[in-house]
């Protein structure tokens, strides 16, 4: 993939995130890497080649909805010269903060945990 066209990716993938609401936190070009193993393109390239041993590696980090999650998939997997594509999600402290299932929140297990400790210490 050259560059033009990598950077053409990149721009529509951003730009569907911005429109529908989300924010691109950074883009991270890990460049050509050796692949864990052989993997298999769905179409040849110009040259014949299905299968490749290098590959170049991005992460894009942004913050977004399910279905924009959904639409940037979809938009990778139209282009055939993206080999696999991976999402994850990224855990923080809010997520754990809004928990409101007590068994599930650190932070209302400690408030808890406090409570107990006053209440045996004043009998």
């Given at each position: 993939?050259n560059?033009?066209?990598?950077?053409?990716?990149?721009?529509e993938?951003?730009?569907?995130?911005?429109?529908n609401?989300?924010i691109?936190?950074s883009i991270q070009?890990?460049?050509?890497?050796?692949?864990p193993?052989?993997?298999?393109s769905?179409?040849a390239?110009?040259?014949?080649?299905r299968y490749y041993?290098?590959?170049?590696?991005?992460?894009?980090?942004?913050?977004?909805?399910?279905?924009?999650m959904?639409?940037?998939?979809?938009?990778l997997?139209?282009d055939?010269?993206?080999?696999?594509?991976?999402?994850l999600?990224?855990?923080?402290?809010?997520?754990?903060?809004n928990n409101?299932?007590?068994?599930?929140?650190?932070?209302?297990?400690?408030?808890?945990?406090?409570l107990?400790?006053?209440?045996s210490?004043?009998?």
């Amino acid at each position: 993939m050259n560059y033009n066209t990598l950077t053409a990716l990149m721009k529509e993938i951003s730009l569907k995130i911005v429109i529908n609401g989300g924010i691109v936190r950074s883009i991270q070009n890990h460049g050509i890497r050796q692949l864990p193993h052989r993997f298999k393109s769905k179409y040849a390239d110009r040259e014949g080649n299905r299968y490749y041993e290098k590959g170049r590696f991005i992460s894009v980090f942004y913050d977004a909805n399910p279905n924009v999650m959904r639409q940037v998939q979809g938009i990778l997997n139209l282009d055939d010269q993206i080999l696999r594509t991976t999402h994850l999600r990224a855990s923080n402290k809010f997520g754990e903060v809004n928990n409101l299932r007590e068994n599930k929140n650190p932070y209302i297990q400690d408030i808890l945990e406090e409570l107990r400790l006053e209440g045996s210490s004043r009998k």
